[in-house]
């Protein structure tokens, strides 16, 4: 069965950190671009960023530019998304999204997990 599974979300005082982990089970990673989007309350979800499968980023949102920046640890089957100075529009539930080979359109994504809650609030 293949399944994406987010953790690491949690509450941040604005300006803080948070790092998002994405882990695969049931296939591997290396193939595949891995897409972070998020949904906040009432709104529809949004694409963050993607890194591919060779490593390279695409932004989705220009509000996470400088701020968020994704990685991989093939060997570990994991993506990460570190998200730094945050804010509190950064509240939402983030998910991480799978596709083979390079980053897609948003809509494009086969793969989703379930998603993990990010709150930024003082």
């Known amino acids: 069965q293949l399944q994406l599974v987010e953790s690491g979300g949690g509450l941040v005082q604005p300006g803080g950190s948070l790092r998002l982990s994405c882990v695969a089970s049931?296939?591997?990673?290396?193939?595949?671009?891995i897409g972070w989007f998020r949904q906040a309350p009432g709104k529809e979800r949004e694409g963050v960023l993607c890194i591919s499968d060779s490593g390279g980023s695409t932004n989705y949102a220009d509000s996470v530019k400088g701020r968020f920046v994704s990685s991989r640890d093939n060997a570990k089957n994991t993506v990460y998304l570190q998200m730094n100075s945050l804010k509190p529009e950064d509240t939402a539930v983030y998910y991480c999204?799978?596709?083979?080979?390079?980053?897609?359109?948003?809509?494009?994504?086969?793969?989703w997990g379930q998603g993990t809650q990010v709150t930024v609030s003082s």
């Open positions: 049931g296939f591997t990673l290396d193939y595949y671009a």
């Open positions: 999204a799978a596709k083979e080979a390079s980053c897609p359109g948003i809509y494009e994504y086969d793969y």
